[in-house]
């Protein structure tokens, strides 16, 4: 028995259905196509906010760390990724924080507060006047990320009705991959000539444009009745939520630890001109996209599958990053790209699996995806700039990206086993003492 098999409940994923207002009334396929587009488009927005912030480092630390930047680059650099930093921790607060305090709200109303947020934010990263205070503008900017991918993930699996939830997933999570594809390179070429401050304006417009959609097309949910706080928290308890989680943060760490630091890599490790970096960055954001569809396509076949035959693909793309890094511009752009696809390819496949765990908690478990990716974000951005910063040069970001991903592989590993040795003693427990109740024989699933 496959205890992870997406056609069948995850441990701790049984019970009733989603609360009253998880559905919507059945709808147009052209609004269906619609709403889907519109809850994507803030899903650009997000992508193009948290990733051109990567392409376009150097530039911020230039303006805003001028002096370090002369004396130091290398520790000028490192410092500017607390930006980075940042924005990734106020995911990692938010995601949680906002699926609790909106447990009473309709999940449309919830998700054009966070778009609101979300331009606020924004805006602000692009006006503040000082490095300290942009920073503190991107972690305000960050909050809302987490939960607005949450919820309009479950928005989107609605919509695609049952049976689709990675596919619902991965259209949800598709404007970020587009982003990366698109958007960022052509952000980052515009912030290399404007400015960076210009570019998180544009984004601001984005995100605005994205509550107009919104209102537009995304068909009204009722609150759901009955919920509380104390319901949400209860999905919490779960040890195998914190598992799962603590697989993403530490996994996918890795691909962040030379992301962060993809424009100097390009330019001091591969020694292209820094107008290379928004082609890198499209092919990063092409194997984004790509992977994210795969992703979800194979989720719902087999969350199983996907887990162990994408992982050690991911680890071999960042080693072979790290082979070719000095090769070529063409060379490096085609690993990254691997990296990327392959990393993409498991954001379903984890999101489902919090999801399921979280069962009734739904927003939570959603949104704590986002929360762990952006542990992952940080980590990886701290991880790297500290090797940066004391001297060990712009390829030790690589290795230390290939030790997470391997150890984030061993624990989805030991995951998967003690989920198999748990469903067996289940059997041969129940084998051995079969139910008293001349009824039907509840399914039992494992957990950690």
């Avoid at 799962?244 to 691909?255: E, T």
């Amino acid at each position: 028995m496959n205890t992870l098999d997406s056609t069948r409940p995850l441990p701790d994923a049984a019970g009733p259905a989603p609360a009253d207002g998880a559905r919507p009334a059945p709808i147009a396929p052209a609004r269906r196509r619609l709403a889907l587009l519109a809850l994507a488009l803030g899903g650009f927005g997000i992508g193009a906010s948290e990733f051109v912030s990567m392409g376009l480092l150097p530039d911020i630390a230039g303006t805003l760390l001028g002096e370090q930047m002369v004396a130091d680059r290398e520790g000028g650099i490192a410092t500017a990724g607390h930006a980075i930093t940042a924005y990734a921790l106020g995911v990692v607060v938010g995601a949680p924080v906002l699926a609790l305090l909106s447990v009473r709200w309709s999940r449309t109303t919830m998700i054009v507060a966070l778009a609101a947020a979300l331009a606020v934010g924004t805006a602000l990263s692009g006006l503040m006047p000082t490095f300290e205070l942009t920073v503190a503008a991107r972690f305000l900017a960050g909050v809302p990320h987490g939960a607005y991918f949450g919820v309009a993930s479950l928005l989107a699996a609605s919509l695609m009705g049952p049976g689709n939830q990675g596919k619902g997933i991965a259209l949800a999570l598709s404007g970020l991959t587009v982003a990366n594809l698109a958007g960022v390179p052509l952000l980052t070429a515009l912030g290399q000539v404007a400015g960076w401050r210009a570019v998180y304006l544009v984004i601001t417009v984005i995100f605005v444009l994205t509550i107009v959609a919104l209102l537009l097309t995304v068909p009204r949910q009722a609150a759901p009745k009955g919920r509380r706080m104390i319901d949400e928290l209860a999905a919490l308890r779960r040890l195998q939520l914190w598992i799962v989680m603590g697989i993403a943060a530490i996994g996918f760490a890795g691909a962040f630890a030379v992301f962060s630091y993809i424009a100097d890599i390009t330019t001091h490790v591969t020694g292209a001109p820094a107008s290379a970096v928004p082609w890198v960055l499209v092919a990063a954001g092409l194997g984004m996209t790509l992977g994210n569809l795969a992703g979800g396509a194979l989720t719902d076949r087999s969350l199983t599958g996907t887990l162990l035959g994408a992982f050690p693909v991911y680890i071999a793309s960042l080693v072979l990053f790290l082979l070719v890094s000095e090769v070529s511009l063409v060379a490096m752009s085609l690993a990254f790209f691997l990296v990327n696809a392959t990393n993409s390819m498991l954001g379903p496949a984890m999101q489902t699996w919090l999801i399921r765990i979280a069962h009734r908690s739904e927003v939570l478990g959603a949104s704590l995806n986002h929360a762990a990716f952006n542990v992952a974000n940080a980590i990886g951005a701290a991880l790297g700039g500290a090797v940066i910063a004391a001297g060990l040069g712009y390829r030790a970001p690589m290795v230390v990206s290939i030790v997470l991903a391997v150890v984030g592989f061993a624990m989805v590993g030991a995951t998967l086993l003690a989920l198999r040795v748990r469903a067996r003693r289940t059997r041969a427990l129940l084998a051995a003492n079969p139910p008293a109740t001349t009824g039907s024989i509840p399914v039992v699933t494992a957990g950690v």
